[in-house]
Each structure stands twice: as C-alpha cells, then as structure tokens.
C-alpha cells in the first residue's frame, strides 16, 4: 500500500519510467545472451567452420554495446524519474507543513519536523532509485535467466527453484525486521537533529550557563541510540545476503550434480551443458543484490510512512466563504473560552469584549494570565473552545482564512527574521516592493537610521534570524515589517520589550502614528508603554478583571493601581 502511495508520484514521468524500462529489458536481454553465447562458443570449437570464427568476435562486441544502451537507457531515465519523484514529495511534505494547525507544531519539535523534510526524504530517494533500479535491472535479469534455463531445459530449472520457498523465508523474516528498525533508525535521527538543533541555536545559552557538558551527554546519548539502530541493521544485513547466498549456492551445488548424470548428459550438447550452468552461475549476482536492496526498501517504506502521515495530518479548518475587502476593525468576543486541549485547564474563562474601530486596546497583567492567547485567536492560530469572535459583525470562521491574515499585521514578542536583506525582511513576503514605501516604513519604525549606517544600507543582510543586529533594531525591523504590511487590525506583542529607553521614545512616537485609524491590541508588560491607550484590560487567570482608561484604573485603586505602584517604586 505504501509502495503503491509512493509510487503514484511516479505517474507524472510514466513516459521517463517506460523508456527506463525498456533500457532494462535491454540490459536484461543482453546479459542472458552470455549464457547462450557460452553455449555456440562450446559446440563451435567441436564444430568449427569459417562462419563462426567470424560471427562469435561480432556476438560479443554487439553484445556489450547493447547492454551499455540498455544501461544508460535505465539508468538515467529512471533517475529522471525518481529524482523528479522526490522534489515533488518533499514539496509537497513542506508545502503541507506550512498549511499545518499551530497545535500540531506545538506538539512536534522543530528538529523532528526538518528531519522528515532532509533525512526522510532522503530514504526515500533510496527506494525510489537504488531500490527501483535494482528491481528492474536484476530483476528482468533474473527473469530473462530463468527463461533461458526453461528453454534450455525445464526439469532441471524446476529442481533449481526448489529452494526458492526458503530464500522467500529469509527475504520476508528480514524485511519485517528491517521495517521495525528503520522506523527507529528514523525517529532516532529526529533527535539527533532536534538536540543539535537547539544546542547551536542557543549556543549562547549553553555556554553562560556552563552546560556544555550536559549538551555533550544528550548529544552522546542521541547518537548513541543511533548507532545501536544502525548497527542492528548493519547485523541484519551482514546475516541475511550470505544466507541466501548459501541457498543459491546449494541450489547449484544440486543442480550441477544432477546436470552431470549420464541419462541427463545424454540429452544434452556439451554447450548446452555450459550454457546452463554459465545461466544458473550468473543468478548468483542479481539474486544478491534484490536480497541486498531489501534493505533500502524497507528503509524508503517506513520513511514513507512518516511522510504519509504527516500528508495525512488535517489542516488547518478553513471552511470560511467571506472574502474581506479592507476590514473596517470592530472586533467582539462573546463568551470566549479557550483550552490547548481537551485534558488542559482553560486558559480563557468566558471572555466578553467590544472593541470599536481604530481603537487603541492595552491588555496588562502577570504571566500566563491568558493576554497573548486571546489575540492569538485573531488570526486563528486556535480557534475558541466555546463562544464565538466576530470582525465587523461577521463571525471569525465564516473568513476565508488567507485573507483574513491578510487584514491582521502581527509583532510578537520573539521577533523572527529571517537571512535575507533588511528590505526582504521589511516586506516579507512581497515581489518586487516598492523601496520607497519600505524606507517609508523603516523610517516611521525609527529604523532607518541605523539601516542607514549598515555598509549596504537597504540590501544589507541580517544573518540567522537577525544575528547581526541588536535586540531594538531586530525589535524595530519587526515593527517596520507591520507598517508596511498597513493591515487595519494591529497586533503588539510585548513590542518594545527589547527597547531601550532612547528607542522606545522613538517607538511610543511612532506606534501613536501608526495607530491611528486601525484597531490595535498593545500587550504590554511595561505601563508606562499603554498609558495613552483608549482602555486598559487587566487580565489574571484567564478573565478581565478590571477595564478603564489610565487614570480611571489608577483612581479606582485595584490591580492594575496595584501593578503600576510595583512598577513605579521598581524603576
């Protein structure tokens, strides 16, 4: 079934596939000639004559360039056909992944995921190639042997066959186990990834805290896992082509003796004799090499598997049919509640909230108190457990979700950038922007200064998500990017934490430009960041408990009074 699934990619390039073919019947073809090649030698040097001295130089050359056709024939076009096979599989595993819901990626680490588009994959080209080649080549050999030797005669093939019910037992007891340890194999190359993956991702993290060592060991112990894997395939590999070598080798070992009866010499010519042993000899290599391929089949299988599954995975639910124009802004929760899954404790607790259009919102309070959840359900990273949202009066779901996003411009606390220049990143996502409304957008982010001061200014690149850059001017390009965006819903998550004093003036001033005439929800841990905001949300544990304007919060004495006091006597 898997098998029958991967290859349906090859549909497409089933005229590469088919031209593949032939080159292999070619080669088959031409290889089982030696047999019968073996044979006209023997019964010619009993019988010469003129012609034969003539015709056996012009068989064997004709011969080999026929098989060398046949090679290159199979040979490259079914690379063709299986390296095309593999872009489309992993294009679309990617493609899917974007598409995924955010509770999925919630639930996988990042390395996991990297490692079925590289690692997965790969093993997959082993089936898709290695495996398909050998298949087809040694295998029409093997067929093309077998008819020769049924021709040549029958009795003795069948007595030659007789051990194939015991190479079957071998080939299906080790690709069951090569199955279960590939998908080990696999999973243990997931972490692999994934521990490498966070260790060099915050490599200056493991060093101020001196965990070097700790890194080293959950590094050696995922290693260690795989090499276990690798070596039990290793063993089940190193035991299981010898064996059926052996069986081959017994198979012939009988036939030879029954080939050299007197009744059966009787009926044979000399070089029919070789010719049938030569055939059966070179059934060797061929059954060798399928019983060797086995294990890359069942390694491309279980990879196959992981792909598959991951294919199958739902995406995101986007049953909308409303397609916005530009949003005018009102955004009402009604009832909200929100869990991150079925056995979590609820994170939002009936939340009920009006927001009007171009209104400024602050939503304020301790950690894990529900803020970055609720605007996260804007964009519909998560959808309500109960209760409903509606933008202009029209229910969050019935958007078509594309352009819904589209109407939302988001800047999250952990600011990602991506290593491309400053300009792709301001209008990431855009072809061919326009520069003056990208320096527009930097200089109402006050970023264009220090853009300005970079040795390619606009064109200059940021590094692994922003590494050449400081905490306020990645902080300030992630602004900058949601200008440019010029959605009328605006999203600040924690958007001046990493702000110095000077840059956030310079951000307060421009986040008052920037606001006006879009609705904007502000979470905001620093208060002096929110006072001008049109009303303050106070939320703890999942409800609002208090609402206000600035000085109403401050002079009704409650949390958000206590909150601002805490932070006053701190600073």
């Not at 602050?362 to 804007?378: D, Y």
């Not at 999250?412 to 991506?418: A, D, H, Y």
């Not at 320096?439 to 970079?454: G, K, N, S, T």
């Not at 008052?512 to 544990?541: F, N, P, W, Y």
Request: some cysteine; glycine content about 8%; charged content about 20%.
């Amino acid at each position: 079934m898997l098998y029958k699934r991967l290859l349906g990619y090859v549909k497409p390039f089933w005229k590469s596939f088919l031209v593949a073919v032939i080159g292999y019947g070619i080669y088959a073809a031409s290889s089982t000639a030696l047999a019968e090649m073996m044979k006209r030698l023997i019964d010619g040097i009993q019988n010469p004559d003129a012609s034969f001295r003539l015709f056996l130089p012009l068989f064997v050359v004709v011969m080999f360039a026929t098989r060398g056709v046949g090679t290159f024939l199979g040979t490259y076009f079914m690379s063709n056909v299986a390296r095309n096979m593999v872009h489309m599989l992993r294009c679309d595993v990617f493609n899917h992944m974007l598409r995924l819901p955010g509770s999925y990626f919630d639930n996988h680490s990042s390395g996991h995921l990297v490692s079925r588009v590289t690692y997965h994959v790969e093993q997959v080209t082993g089936a898709g190639t290695k495996a398909i080649t050998v298949l087809l080549q040694e295998g029409l050999f093997v067929i093309g042997l077998l008819c020769y030797l049924f021709w040549t005669n029958w009795m003795l093939t069948l007595l030659f066959l007789a051990v194939t019910p015991l190479i079957g037992g071998v080939v299906s007891y080790t690709s069951k186990r090569f199955r279960r340890i590939s998908r080990r194999l696999q999973r243990s190359m997931g972490d692999v990834t994934h521990v490498a993956s966070e260790a060099l991702t915050g490599y200056r993290v493991v060093r101020t805290h001196g965990a070097e060592t700790y890194e080293q060991e959950r590094f050696r112990a995922a290693s260690e896992a795989n090499r276990r894997q690798s070596l039990k395939e290793a063993a089940t590999k190193a035991t299981s082509t010898p064996v059926i070598q052996i069986l081959v080798a017994i198979s012939l070992a009988i036939l030879v003796w029954f080939a050299m009866s007197p009744a059966l010499m009787d009926n044979m010519t000399p070089g029919e004799f070789v010719g049938f042993i030569t055939a059966a000899s070179l059934m060797a290599k061929p059954v060798r090499s399928l019983s060797e391929i086995n294990n890359t089949i069942q390694k491309g299988l279980a990879a196959s598997g992981e792909l598959f599954g991951l294919l199958d995975e739902p995406l995101e639910p986007d049953e909308g049919t409303v397609v916005p124009g530009r949003l005018e802004g009102r955004v009402r929760f009604e009832n909200v509640h929100f869990a991150y899954g079925e056995d979590k404790p609820e994170v939002l607790k009936g939340i009920d909230l009006d927001i009007r259009q171009g209104e400024m919102i602050a939503i304020v309070g301790r950690s894990g108190g529900g803020k970055s959840t609720l605007v996260g359900l804007l964009p519909r990273f998560y959808y309500p457990t109960a209760g409903r949202i509606l933008i202009d009066g029209v229910p969050l779901n019935d958007y078509e979700l594309a352009p819904l996003r589209q109407q939302i411009a988001l800047v999250s606390q952990q600011v990602t950038l991506f290593n491309a220049t400053i300009a792709d990143n301001i209008a990431y996502g855009v072809s061919n922007p326009d520069r003056s409304a990208v320096e527009a957008a930097a200089r109402a982010a006050y970023a264009h200064e220090f853009i300005e001061r970079m040795s390619e200014g606009y064109d200059s690149l940021v590094g692994d998500n922003g590494v050449m850059l400081s905490g306020g001017q990645r902080q300030r390009m992630a602004i900058a990017r949601a200008i440019f965006k010029d959605s009328p819903i605006l999203i600040l998550d924690e958007a001046t934490s990493a702000l110095d004093t000077e840059s956030e003036r310079y951000i307060q001033a421009a986040l008052e430009e920037v606001c006006k005439g879009r609705t904007t929800l502000v979470i905001a841990h620093r208060l002096s960041t929110i006072e001008r905001a049109d009303r303050i949300l106070v939320m703890e544990q999942g409800e609002v408990i208090e609402q206000g304007t600035h000085n109403e919060l401050l002079e009704r004495g409650g949390a958000y009074a206590a909150l601002y006091q805490l932070q006053f006597q701190e600073a």
